[in-house]
């Protein structure tokens, strides 16, 4: 018997819960959004959470996805010989 995250994982990709699998992962990717940006004033990680919505909303959004790679673009390059 498959485990019920796999089911339902099936399930969710069948053409016609397409659009409500969309609407589904906006608002919980949107909603992880806010969360980091009121993070941003308030403590926690908001450099983490940010980039974590919109890994969620790059799943079903192109936009977000460029969002996401421009992010990472801001961020320095780790070279792999250094120590640190």
């Known amino acids: 018997m498959k485990p019920l995250i796999v089911r339902c994982g099936v ?3 069948q053409p016609k819960f397409h659009r ?3 609407v589904v992962i ?3 990717g949107t909603t992880v959004v806010l969360v980091g940006i009121a993070m ?3 403590p926690g990680p908001a450099f983490l959470v940010i980039p974590l919505g919109l890994a969620i909303l790059a799943t079903e959004f192109l ?3 460029r969002w ?3 992010a990472r673009d801001l961020l320095p390059k780790r070279n792999k010989s250094s120590p640190h």
């Open 11 to 13: 399930f969710l990709r």
């Open 40 to 42: 941003v004033v308030l």
């Open 26 to 28: 906006a608002v919980v």
């Open 68 to 70: 996401l790679k421009r």
């Open 63 to 65: 936009w977000a996805r």
């Open 20 to 22: 409500a699998r969309k």
